[in-house]
């Protein structure tokens, strides 16, 4: 019975939204708008939660505007890019990758081959190398070795 009961709570556990009651809009389709809009944006106290799931005043702000452009008949595309214009591209979930982002997007393969090129010339001009003269043993520093390595 209380495995039931455990799973049952479990499965009623949703993620907590925090839109709170007072911001959701009468029209369902434009609300299920809002709801993914609102997937894509950063909460800019929380960091790398999305406004919906954040109870920051920033956060409720960012869903009251999302709500108030799709209310005053803009696209998806014009209330991302108001917001974008607004808070700038850090707001996004999902940065775009152009302009000064392509720079990130491309950093971190090109610094792992990078590497990764100069770890495998390293390697070829090591194994290539002659061997220092210092490294070279006598034949009687050879023939003790000999001996230490018997006993």
């Not at 809009?25 to 993914?36: H, I, K, S, T, Y």
């Not at 799709?70 to 696209?75: H, R």
């Not at 220092?132 to 018997?150: V, W």
């Amino acid at each position: 019975m209380r495995l039931a009961a455990l799973l049952l709570m479990g499965l009623l556990a949703g993620p907590a939204l925090a839109v709170q009651p007072d911001e959701v809009l009468p029209d369902p389709a434009l609300e299920a708008r809002a709801r993914d809009i609102s997937q894509g944006l950063r909460c800019l106290v929380c960091r790398n939660e999305n406004i919906d799931d954040s109870n920051a005043q920033l956060a409720r702000d960012l869903r009251l505007l999302v709500r108030e452009r799709l209310v005053a008949g803009d696209s998806d595309a014009e209330v991302m890019d108001f917001v974008v214009d607004r808070y700038g591209e850090y707001v996004l979930l999902n940065p775009t990758a152009g302009g000064a982002n392509l720079i990130l997007w491309i950093a971190g393969p090109a610094m792992l081959t990078a590497g990764l090129g100069i770890a495998a010339l390293y390697l070829r001009r090591r194994r290539n190398a002659p061997e220092p003269e210092a490294a070279r043993l006598s034949e009687d520093e050879k023939a003790r070795l000999a001996e230490i390595l018997k006993d």
